[in-house]
């Protein structure tokens, strides 16, 4: 994205975010490479991921794995770093909006979906972690949502695990504070990646969207992309326990 900033402090860091192959994850892996750091891609994903590593042409690597079962995550977090190294920077991006009717779903779906967009951020950061209180610095980021601010309606699982989120960010800022590790939240509004293009977006549904938000503009995936790099540079030195909003003043 032009104009965007570079962060001195994150040349050469090595970055590990969770479903990087494709959205907001895969334009926060390029905001990455602009800064010269060194990306681990952890994602499903193997087609989009590989093409994105390819197109980079840099130091990054992939690992796939299912990332709500846990065994496959820490398998993945330790080929990467065998590969690339132990993590400085954790991004905790991965996530599925899927819809879902409240009078249908049962506890397999509603722990699915909290397996896929809550779980595996708690063991990524439990596994992460001890590197970070190590070097007696890093720093997490996990991406929220701004869809149970709004009370949003259509997927209550993920807008309960999305709630859960900042809980989460909070109480490891707590704990991992001592060792100079920063745990905040980016919380993302209705952002125009492919997949709501492809699945939500109409033009009457995106026209009452940006009448809720006070800068009425779609909002870029490469937006929050940006958010996520300034909270993972030294610049953000003391930020910690927050919330960023890149919402546009979505009320």
Known sequence: MSGSAIYPSLKDKIIYITGGASGIGASTVRAFDRQG???GILDIDSTSANQLVTDLAGPHQFVQCDL??????TSAIFKLERKIGKAQVLVNNAASDDRH????????YWNERMDINLRHMFFAIQQIAPWMIDEKCGSIVNVGSNSWWECGAGFPAYATAKSAVHGLTRTMARELGAYNIRVNTVVPGWIMTKRQKDLWVTSEALQ?????QCIPIPIEPECVA???????SEDAKMCTAGNFMVEGGSI
């Not at 709500?68 to 995550?73: K, R, T, Y």
């Not at 009717?101 to 397999?108: K, M, P, Q, Y």
């Not at 940006?226 to 993972?232: D, I």
Request: aromatic letters at 6%.
């Open 226 to 232: 940006n958010m996520v790099t300034f909270l993972s």
């Open 37 to 39: 750091a060194v990306v």
């Open 208 to 212: 009452k969207q940006l009448e809720r």
């Open 101 to 108: 009717d409240w009078r249908e779903i049962d506890a397999n």
């Open 68 to 73: 709500s079962n846990i065994d496959e995550l």
